[in-house]
């Protein structure tokens, strides 16, 4: 029970760190950053010590499978907000979520193919996500203690009836990322479809880092190398995200400098207007 108030104490800790990030960067970047395995490494950390390496490995596994689920899940969402409200927009997410969950775990692929399949459907759902327009707003206080009060609540829930729903059940329900969704949810509800679809884009983008980190627990775990797992685990996280910050950091340059010249060349029309007025 220690290690498992140990394991929820740590994901809260991390989620605290992701949760200012976010207050200071804004929707995207706090997306991105909130993408990191805040949950799963400390999670799957507890019970490799309460269940052993193979239960372990098998689901990190599964929760690989389940990252294409929650490919799914958070495109949905974004897809779903720019037309629905809240609830149904969550009802369809959680829709997309079961159905490719269910399509993984029938196939049990092994992990390198869970993971690359992930990265496929990752890259599939930021090509064709929505776009929409709207400022970045401030973030609420109040969304510190409750991402935080639920992430202790679901690393703590699942620690404990892993043993008894087995790996499979247990890695695809880490892969649900319950957080995100109830972030997504309230944001959605008071800061409207725009900051919503890009609070998720950034998700979406830092799942690439979940998937790397997966994939080094499952395979590291896999062959005996639990002490060694969990910290390079946490530094190709560290490192896929680091890489991901950088590709995005020009392409907001370039947005900021189109919408900068078609600023620009507006002012000069609507004077051009006035004085032929």
Do not use: K
Request: glycine share 12%.
């Amino acid at each position: 029970m220690v290690l498992i108030a140990g394991g929820g104490a740590l994901a809260a800790l991390l989620v605290v760190v992701g949760t200012l990030a976010q207050r200071r960067f804004g929707d995207g970047v706090g997306g991105l950053l909130v993408g990191l395995p805040l949950t799963s490494l400390p999670l799957l950390w507890v019970v490799s010590l309460s269940h052993g390496e193979r239960f372990t490995g098998a689901m990190a596994t599964a929760a690989l499978v389940g990252l294409s689920a929650q490919a799914a899940v958070t495109w949905a969402y974004a897809r779903a907000a720019v037309h629905l409200d809240p609830a149904p927009a969550m009802v369809a997410a959680l829709a997309a979520f079961a159905a490719v969950a269910a399509l993984g775990v029938v196939g049990r692929p092994s992990p390198v193919v869970a993971a690359g399949a992930a990265t496929v459907i990752l890259g599939a759902a930021l090509w064709w996500w929505p776009t929409t327009a709207g400022p970045e707003p401030e973030q609420g206080r109040y969304r510190l203690g409750l991402r935080t009060a639920l992430t202790t609540a679901f690393v703590v829930a699942v620690s404990l009836v892993a043993g008894v729903v087995g790996p499979g059940v247990a890695g695809v329900a880490t892969a649900l990322p319950v957080l995100s969704l109830v972030m997504a949810s309230v944001t959605h509800r008071e800061l409207g479809a725009a900051a919503t679809v890009r609070f998720l884009r950034g998700v979406a983008e830092g799942t690439f880092s979940v998937v790397a980190a997966l994939l080094t627990v499952a395979e590291l775990v896999g062959s005996g190398h639990r002490l060694a797992a969990f910290p390079a685990a946490a530094a190709v996280a560290l490192a896929t995200q680091a890489a991901m910050l950088g590709l995005r950091a020009p392409a907001a340059a370039a947005s900021g400098s189109l919408a900068t010249t078609g600023r620009r060349m507006g002012g000069r029309l609507a004077r051009a207007l006035d004085t032929r007025g």
